[in-house]
């Protein structure tokens, strides 16, 4: 076969969605892993963003003033799936912006149309730069930011599975503050004008409440194969 084949073969994007807790992230990297792909976290983006403003002293409820500011850090995404990276003007954002406060802001700053146009340009350009194919994830991944990847996935479980996955990443949490939080930040990111987290009409719904991390990954992985064969 020839290299050209190949090539387009393994050049596939693949747009993995859903909400919080149901295995998005460490799916994704395994996935992009096994294959040979590039890696993006997109939520990663919309955290830097929001740890930026807050960090900057932008009245993150107020929309006017995070659109004013929007455009003004400069964020990199490394895209090693062993390895990701995000940076901040220069700075390495990783551990920050996992922190609560921005964990409870970033909806809000995301909702913003001035942000997410921003944030949706640098994640297209990125994902066209993978010229070895790449695993996108995030919220709007399938529906609005890459409509024509390859393959769209979107992960789902029920509340009470992720919010003890969510509990058991963050020591000390509590599990009915944590199921609720996720609650309320599905019904925010749902419930937003722009890009809202939805479900594209094609993709394939992985349901992982009963489903180990191993399970996930192995299925994801199969339909990626599937859909590279049939290229």
């Known amino acids: 076969m020839s290299t050209t ?3 387009a073969r393994s050049s596939v994007i693949v747009a993995i969605d859903g909400p919080s807790g149901t295995g998005k992230s460490s799916t994704s990297k395994a996935v992009a892993a096994a294959l040979g792909l590039s890696y993006l976290d997109t939520g990663a983006q919309y955290r830097a963003i929001t740890w930026w403003m807050l960090t900057n ?17 400069v964020i990199v995404s490394g895209t090693d799936p062993s390895a990701p990276t995000i940076t901040v003007d220069g700075v390495d954002a990783s551990g920050p912006i996992r922190t609560q406060e921005v964990t409870s802001k970033v909806s809000a700053v995301s909702a913003v149309p001035e942000v997410r146009t921003l944030i949706t340009g640098l994640q297209r350009s990125i994902a066209a730069a993978a010229t070895g194919g790449i695993v996108v994830e995030g919220r709007d991944i399938g529906t609005t930011v890459l409509p024509d990847a390859d393959l769209k996935i979107f992960l789902t479980a029920s509340p009470e599975a992720r919010a003890a996955r969510r509990s058991g990443e963050v020591k000390g949490s509590d599990l009915t503050a944590t199921r609720e939080a996720l609650i309320k930040r599905d019904a925010a990111d749902s419930g937003r004008k722009t890009s809202p987290l939805a479900k594209a009409d094609d993709a394939v719904e992985v349901d992982t409440t009963e489903l180990t991390l191993q399970q996930v ?12 064969v049939a290229a």
């Open 57 to 73: 002293g932008v009245d993150v409820s107020d929309p006017e003033q995070i659109a004013t500011a929007a455009a003004k850090p």
């Open 5 to 7: 084949v190949e090539t």
């Open 217 to 228: 990954i192995e299925c994801v992985v199969t339909l990626v194969e599937g859909k590279r």
